[in-house]
């Protein structure tokens, strides 16, 4: 017998320390070579884990959401293998170590432990405690002596018909005198629902639920909070009448051909990205320790994308340059790879401004919070058709709020004002995002 340690590997260039984000093992569970048995998360991807050798499991490092180091012990596997094969293994482990190989998948050492397996002694496992029985609720003069229906209940027609309203079960409602009066109904009701009343149609109550935050959801949590207690917001909302865009869109949806289909987001990204150029405070980066901003020229867009793990942001990268039918196949690969988890490091990271759409669910308007360390978001909202005085005249106009969020200590208000008019303008007037 031999047990083999498999430590965390190195995962990525600066990575120093990962989160158990998923078990798929646990102690006793035999495994085969190269089997799945950890995810592990990092700033910049999750990355699986593979058994190094085929045995049995009897040591893990921690559980879900536990972070653990590069090189410290992920888990512990008992094998068959024989002297040969683990000697084999431990030169393979120094030969990747000494060529700095970093896609190296395990790293191992042999013990002699047939003899301490031996020697431990083996507790056995306590018989489970039956539990004792809940105690009885006391009862008070008002309610039900039992709750057993009983074989004849007294009641005036109008009481009962009240009671099959509210969904009452008569016979657990304990009379005053002969027969169930409304006095004793109205008892019932006021402090007697403890005992089997619940009104026609009311849910069920759920039991409390207690959710260990990790992974996905952990990372969410701190970026935002980092975000929030770093930079001043400041959001600005204004109206933008997208009738005419959105005609401009239904007539490229019906010539479109074999290309993808257009939503607003490729018009809406065509936009931002020409009025961008004058205002460079808004695509840029704050390095708050270093009192550094960097204005880019190109637009790295994030967009945020729902996905079952929680928000991820893809990003499309040199938006500036890409027509609206090559934005339309960025976004739904981008998204699709979020959603399924197949999204590269690299489409997930160094956006220079962000992008947030809830679509249909937009609402009337939204105050994003920005992608530290960028200083802005942009959310567009919920387009609605309302009435609209045009030359005095009331007219149906789909009409649609767009958010912008700010971080005060780079841009003025004014220069979030005037960027969402500079938007507003090529929005109503769709041509101007085609003209040079």
Sequence with gaps: MSIYTFNLPDIGEGIAEAEIVAWHVKVGDRVEEDDQIADMM????????????????????????????????????????????????????????????????????RIENKEKIEAQPVVPAAPPKTPEPAPEPPETDVMAADSKPSAKVLATPAVRKRAADLGVDLSLVKAQGEHIRHSDLDAYLSYGSGQGYRPSGASQKRNDETIKVIGMRRKIAQNMAESKRHIPHFSYVDEIDMTAVEDMR?????????????????????????????????????????????????????????????????????????????????????????????????????????????????????????????????????????????????????????????????????????????LKHLLETPVLLFAD
């Excluded at 690299?346 to 919070?369: C, D, F, N, Q, R």
Aim: include cysteine; hydrophobic fraction near 40%.
């Design 42 to 109: 990092t700033d910049k991807a999750t990355v699986e884990m593979e058994a190094p050798v085929t045995g049995t499991v009897i040591a893990v490092a921690g559980e879900e959401g536990d972070i653990i180091a590069i090189g410290s012990m992920l888990v512990q596997i008992e094998s068959e293998v024989g002297e040969d094969a683990v000697e084999a293994e431990e030169a393979k482990g120094q030969s990747g170590s000494d060529s700095g190989n970093r896609d190296a998948v395990t790293s191992v050492q």
């Design 250 to 422: 239904a007539d490229l949806n019906a010539n479109r051909g074999d290309r993808p289909k257009i939503t607003m987001l490729p018009l809406m990204i065509v936009a931002i990205c020409k009025s961008l150029p004058q205002f460079p405070m808004l695509n840029a980066i704050y390095d708050d320790e270093a009192g550094l901003v960097t204005r880019h020229g190109a637009v790295h867009l994030g967009m945020a994308t729902q996905t079952d793990q929680g928000l991820m942001v893809p990003v499309i990268r040199d938006a500036q340059d890409k027509n609206i039918w090559q934005l339309a196949a960025d976004i739904g690969r981008l998204s699709a790879a979020a959603r399924d988890g197949s999204a590269k490091p690299e489409e997930l990271s160094g956006s220079t401004l962000t992008l947030t759409s809830l679509g249909p669910l937009g609402g009337i308007a939204t105050t994003p919070v920005i992608q530290r360390p960028q200083v802005a978001i942009i959310g567009p909202n919920k387009i609605v058709e309302r009435p609209m005085i045009i030359d005095g005249e009331i007219q149906a106009r789909k009409l649609m709020n767009l958010s912008i969020s700010c971080d005060h200590r780079v841009v003025d208000g004014y220069d979030a004002a005037s960027y969402v008019q500079a």
